[in-house]
């Protein structure tokens, strides 16, 4: 079994660039089901994160011929005559569920088990399914299964909540239906913003997005092209809580700033010193203090992503803080594991109250969920002592190399395969 661990107590310091944003590129991994000439499809500088090979294992399942150039994916969709969803792999990732609009698009149908992902709580599907009715598919749902087929249309559809994941896949759906589709209270979240890029380039008829209403003109249908996915906003914000926990000071290079200023207020809040130049985020750690209030909300609002690692970060302000989780009421599973390693933290409902401690040690802890992953290497980080974190392979699901990531800022931590340990100096 696959872990890390770590040694923690010392500060992060130096210059670090994030990979391409994992939330923006399987989105677009999808996206390419709707290229059915014989025209090429390069994706720049992908990172060969967990997920993306999950997807990649369903295009190829599904006809797409997929090629690694270096650090770049080569797709060809032209022969793609499948619309049944392999099980399995539906079953390893949530963002498999992209997949129910450029197959329904290409191929009128689709077929497809519900997606599985991390166990964050419920994440119902039922606007994908609401706003894809909307645009005139039949969609069924029985033993497990989800059924849909249909000519699509264009239709104006309302959200009830600005879902990323229903806005995406409602885009890829209207790209090359019959006629204009209007999406409203639509997700505005910068990977809304990258999805439509790409479209664009491809071929489609797309405007609006990173507002609350997306218009969509169908096209007959996408060609190749090339693009580079934006950097990753939440593993550059990771970075950033890395060096405030620690009490270091950490250049995140290569970012778009605009994309973090929830967490750059909050970290202000916190005591932390916050420089931004151009493309640059410097963030220099002290001794923290409390946040009052934190609440999790769509873009612009502070990402649920980006909760549990700053609630790992809370454990070691001075006084009390309280997080509010509203996208996903059951993403508080760190908590337990937080504790193990002496964090003082109360969960009522969808609320926490993390009271600040001195000190964390290190513990055997385990991964439940990504982002919780990323609290907990976070936590070990900062703790006394040594930490094994198990479950890495949620981690790894969005974060490409870690270790080596967090090596290269002075961090103590090892990747370990098997029951070997490798040599900790």
């Known amino acids: 079994m696959s872990k890390y661990i770590v040694r923690g107590g010392l500060p992060l310091a130096g210059k670090i660039k994030v990979h391409g944003a994992k939330n923006s590129i399987l989105p677009v991994l999808a996206a390419s089901l709707l290229n059915k000439t014989g025209e090429q499809i390069r994706l720049e500088k992908v990172p060969a994160l967990y997920d993306v090979r999950a997807m990649i294992s369903i295009l190829s399942g599904l006809g797409a011929q997929v090629d690694r150039d270096g650090e770049d994916l ?31 698009g290409r191929l009128g149908r689709a077929r497809l088990c519900y997606p599985g992902g991390c166990a964050i709580g419920i994440r119902p599907i039922n606007l994908h399914i609401e706003g894809l009715r909307a645009l005139g598919a039949v969609i069924e749902e029985k033993d497990g299964y989800i059924e849909a087929r249909g000519q699509l249309r264009g239709g104006e559809v309302d959200l009830a909540y600005p879902s990323v994941g229903a806005t995406e896949n409602l885009i890829l759906a209207a790209a090359t239906a019959q006629g204009e589709t209007i999406i409203r209270n639509a997700a505005c979240e910068p990977e809304i913003v990258d999805l439509q890029k790409f479209l664009n380039i491809l071929g489609a008829n797309i405007k609006g997005a990173g507002s609350p209403v997306i218009k969509i003109k169908g096209v007959p249908g996408l060609h190749g092209g090339s693009f580079r996915v934006f950097p990753d906003r939440i593993v550059a914000g990771t970075y950033l809580l890395a060096a405030a926990i620690t009490g270091g000071s950490v250049t ?48 612009p609002g502070f990402p649920t992503d980006l909760q549990p690692p700053l609630v790992a970060c809370l454990t070691l302000a001075s006084g009390s803080s309280t997080m509010i989780e509203h996208v996903f009421k059951g993403r508080f599973h760190h908590v337990a594991e937080l504790r193990k390693m002496g964090a003082r933290i109360s969960v009522h409902g969808h609320r926490a109250v993390i009271s600040g401690v001195p000190l964390l040690k290190g513990a055997v802890v385990r991964a439940t969920d990504l982002r919780a992953g990323a609290a907990l290497v976070l936590a070990a980080l900062a703790a006394r002592g040594e930490s094994q974190i198990l479950g890495i392979k949620h981690i790894e699901r969005g974060y490409d190399r870690l270790p080596e990531a967090l090596r290269s800022l002075g961090a103590r931590i090892f990747r370990v395969d098997g029951v070997e340990k490798e040599a900790i100096s």
């Not at 032209?78 to 992209?98: K, Q, T």
């Not at 130049?277 to 220099?284: D, E, H, M, R």
């Open 74 to 104: 080569l797709l060809r969709t032209a022969n793609v005559d499948c619309y049944h969803v392999p099980d399995a792999l539906m079953r390893e990732m949530r963002s498999s569920i992209f997949l129910m609009g450029p197959l329904l």
């Open 252 to 299: 995140v290079e290569e970012v778009i700033p605009e994309h973090l200023q929830a967490l750059l207020r909050l970290l202000r809040q916190a005591g932390v010193s916050v420089m931004v130049a151009g493309s640059s985020v410097t963030v220099s750690g002290g001794r923290l203090k409390a946040i009052s209030r934190v609440e999790t909300k769509p873009y």
